[in-house]
């Protein structure tokens, strides 16, 4: 069997059963087809006899068996079979985002929801080492029910002898599509997946909001952290997944849920007979250019609707302005409207039960102030008075609730950052505000690390008897540490804390958990150790609140 004899009807191994191209890429060729095993459908990669290809696609094959992260299509098989090496993948049904962009860009919430859940299964893939190596709008796939999900991880780098890729250059990758989503536009010198090169003044990259109106402020920064060179207004460049997905999930939020329209672009496009199921791998060639002019389109026959404003325009426009009332003079009353009499009366009465009121109050708190006054030196007349304790200048040190000076995230054996931002709101003393963990593959974080959490300073040594901690999502377990030896100092690595307090599989809620009396620190470690499963499927912890007490 050689790659040409490879045909629709051929059993491939014994067990797929092939049936129709979908690509061909250099030579390779890419097959639906059905694995006859398991009934189900898959994707088939085909090298021709003596490709030197094959030791690539080895390779990359083994490096996919380390993204365990559900929105990545897995790689479920990979052998020589009568000379011919194949590559077995999983199928998705969906609707790449290079043909969503041919109808026009995204809302600025889906873009940023679509490049956050990317930038979160790269998080994860980076965290083994490893890149993807030809993240584009053709590698990314929107499901049937609203889902994202990436094609070819390293396999797609291997098909095109373009290399293993890094975690930079994914990065990069990314931020492009994140730019032409909201655009429309391919931020490159040349046309690319079918959209026209984004504009560029001076040499430079013109940002989204200055191509097209209605991007959020939000994501045109973003966006110019990741492409600029460097990005303006001396913003820190974005170099990791994991600082796009803080930066992103900061404006779009942790949900996994789609944002309005994306699912229903896809069933609809599908119902209408637009989509295409193969179309979900890496065509052989960028499609034509588009009309560089900006031309309407119809909802119809994609089913994909016009764009609309992902955020209140009128938040970065301005105030707005109220219209005064039809056949009126402004003031809210008709013309042919006779005043109200008695309306200056009845606030002057007002008024004066105001100040009156006011005044029997401060008669009460100076007839009470004397009282108490009276009761002092009573009491200081009497024989207790002297074996009674004395107050003190200085607050007490034990009791009450301690003071939180600043906080931060603790990722010691990851990549640093577990969305730093959103710290704050654990002290805030709003429970509705919290901070949450990146996503993980399974509640042990994944396996890839001990542990993640948030440093509390308290500003100085301080006493401690109890943390409480409010979570989110039943089965979180979870540690209260502090400083091995000199507890004024902050320690980098987790072999520098020491436990004082445990909980196991704790349920949602608040949990306390109470520390020695002798207990004192400068610096408390929250240190979550398994994680909730959420509403994704994947595995997060969630805290709302933290009161440390004296």
């Not at 998705?92 to 979160?120: C, D």
């Amino acid at each position: 069997m050689s790659n040409q004899t490879v045909s629709p009807g051929a059993l491939l191994a014994g067990r797929y059963r092939i049936a129709e191209l979908l690509a061909e890429i250099d030579g390779a060729r890419v097959w639906r087809a059905v694995d006859e095993v398991l009934s189900r459908a898959v994707v088939v990669d085909v090298l021709p006899v003596g490709d030197p290809r094959t030791n690539l696609l080895f390779d990359a094959a083994r490096r996919a068996a380390a993204a365990n992260d559900p929105r990545f299509l897995r790689v479920l098989d990979c052998d020589v079979h009568d000379g011919v090496t194949y590559c077995v993948r999983e199928w998705s049904g969906g609707r790449p985002l290079e043909r969503m962009l041919g109808t026009g860009p995204l809302t600025g919430q889906q873009a940023g929801w679509l490049a956050r859940e990317v930038s979160e299964a790269l998080e994860n893939l980076h965290r083994t080492g490893y890149a993807h190596g030809a993240i584009s709008p053709a590698t990314v796939v929107v499901t049937d029910a609203g889902a994202i999900k990436v094609v070819g991880v390293a396999t797609e780098a291997a098909l095109r002898s373009s290399g293993a890729g890094s975690p930079e250059e994914d990065v990069h990758s990314l931020g492009e599509l994140l730019y032409a989503s909201l655009t429309g536009r391919w931020p490159g010198p040349a046309p690319a997946w079918g959209l026209q090169p984004a504009p560029v003044e001076h040499g430079r990259l013109l940002s989204p909001r200055q191509v097209r109106a209605g991007v959020p402020r939000s994501l045109d920064d973003i966006s110019d952290r990741l492409l600029g060179d460097p990005p303006r207004h001396h913003a820190p460049p974005i170099t990791s997944a994991a600082g796009l997905s803080a930066a992103l999930s900061g404006v779009v939020g942790s949900s996994h849920e789609p944002p309005n329209q994306m699912d229903e672009t896809v069933q609809v496009a599908r119902q209408n007979g637009s989509i295409d199921d193969a179309t979900q791998v890496v065509p052989p060639a960028a499609p034509p250019a588009l009309d560089p002019s900006p031309q309407p389109y119809d909802p119809q026959p994609t089913g994909y609707r016009p764009p609309q404003p992902a955020y209140n325009a009128a938040a970065e426009t301005g105030p707005v302005r109220r219209q005064p009332p039809a056949n009126g003079n402004g003031n809210g009353r008709r013309r042919d409207e006779p005043k109200r009499k008695g309306s200056w009366g009845g606030r002057i009465l007002i008024l004066l039960a105001i100040l009156a009121l006011l005044s029997v109050v401060a008669m009460a708190q100076f007839l009470l102030k004397g009282a108490m006054n009276n009761d002092k030196s009573s009491s200081g007349n009497s024989p207790s008075a002297s074996s009674a304790p004395q107050s003190s200048t200085t607050p007490s040190t034990t009791g009450g609730k301690a003071t939180i000076a600043s906080a931060k995230d603790f990722d010691p054996d990851g990549d640093k950052t577990e969305h730093p931002k959103d710290v704050p709101n654990t002290y805030d003393g709003d429970p509705s505000t919290t901070w949450t963990t990146m996503s993980y593959s399974r509640p042990n974080l994944g396996g890839l690390k001990p542990g993640v959490g948030i440093i509390y300073n308290l500003g100085a040594k301080t006493p401690i008897s109890s943390v409480a901690v409010t979570l989110k999502g039943d089965g979180t377990s979870l540690q209260v540490l502090i400083p091995k030896g000199d507890t004024t100092t902050s320690p980098d690595t987790i072999d520098g804390w020491a436990p004082v307090a445990t909980k196991e599989d704790q349920p949602e809620g608040t949990v306390t958990l109470p520390v020695s009396a002798s207990t004192e620190t400068q610096y408390v470690l929250v240190w979550l150790t398994k994680l909730p499963k959420d509403d994704g499927g994947k595995y997060r912890g969630t805290i709302s609140e933290v009161a440390i007490q004296k």
